[in-house]
């Protein structure tokens, strides 16, 4: 087992896979590491390449507001990233990139013990939850898992390009939140 200050190091200079040719900085997680909500997206965006935060752009301004409206902080909550660089362009995070770059979030996982983890968006549902995972239908149900509840909420991006899907988006959060009091 490695601390949580080993594993950002391992993150740092990771060269698993050929995203960390292109990138500027690796996004480790960051957060509450006693939290019992863990929320994963999907990989870092030109904002976060940029400065090494996860979800410090447009998006994360969203996700900020979501939080607030459903009662949460991100002091309160753990946040990353299925991949810890960003794919160029922003493109999907390939299989054998998303594949290199799990043991990072099996540490991560297994250094938080989160009761919830909230999946941000498609990519990260279907890794997390289940690979046919469909977002527009599922959003929003929970499945127990070894002790803890998975579930998934529309990507912050999402709800940029269709900001009707804030509020049902917003309604989901409350809903993960009421299930770390069960
Ligand atoms: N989009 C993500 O999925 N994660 C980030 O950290 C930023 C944008």
Redesign the pocket.
Known sequence: MYTYEELRAFVSGCTRCSLSQTRHHS?MGRGNLSSGMLFI?????QT?DQNGI??T?R??QIFDQMLEAAGMTREEIYLT?IVKCRPPGNRDPLPQEQEACMPYLKYETLLIRPRIIVC??RIAAQRIIRPDFRITREHGTFLERKNVWLTAVY???AILRDPSRLEESIADLKAAKEKLKI
């Not at 997206?41 to 965006?45: I, K, L, Q, S, V």
């Open positions: 996004v997206a999907e990989a870092p965006g976060e996860p979800f752009g998006s994360g990233n941000l968006g990507h912050p991006s």
